[in-house]
């Protein structure tokens, strides 16, 4: 396995930074997103949904709004807003996608308590496998 690239990334709604490297002992689930995309409204709301249900102690979800494949920081504002719940942090254009090999929206990383990547989805992956992946670990 591979250890997951550490990163800091501003928070959409507060002026805190996220740091990936604080929340070893948990499983992360990373997913990047962009608000035009299709594929990124079918599964944010079953990821949130998750979210809601999820053992916070042992899981920390984030979404990653990916700046540099956004029309408008106001689009992705209002998207967020919207529909998410869950940390959402806004990528420094696309620096921290990239840094994963993303290679679309949405792109879904589950990092392990030992701060390794246990799993990395694209955009054409099923609800189903993420949540297999993750069950997994915890």
């Known amino acids: 396995m591979k250890q997951a690239p550490n990163f800091k ?3 959409m709604f507060n002026d805190q930074l996220f740091e990936l ?3 070893h002992g ?3 689930i990373l997913t990047f997103w962009a608000s035009w995309c299709p594929d990124s ?3 944010l709301p079953k990821k949130e949904q998750l979210f809601q249900t999820m053992d916070h102690d042992k899981v920390q979800m984030v979404t990653i709004n990916v700046t540099g494949r956004e029309r408008s920081e106001e689009e992705a504002r209002k998207y967020a807003e919207q529909f998410l719940t869950q940390p ?3 990528d420094n254009g696309r620096e921290v996608y990239d840094l994963y090999e993303s290679d679309g929206v949405p792109t879904t990383v589950i990092i392990n308590q030992d701060g390794d990547i246990h799993a990395q989805f694209g955009d054409q992956a099923s609800f189903l496998e993420v949540v ?3 069950g997994s670990l915890i």
Do not use: G, Q
Request: hydrophobic share 35%; aromatic share 6%.
């Open 26 to 28: 948990k499983v992360v």
């Open 132 to 134: 297999d992946a993750l």
């Open 9 to 11: 990334l501003p928070y």
């Open 41 to 43: 409204s079918r599964d």
């Open 21 to 23: 490297e604080k929340n």
């Open 88 to 90: 959402t942090l806004t």
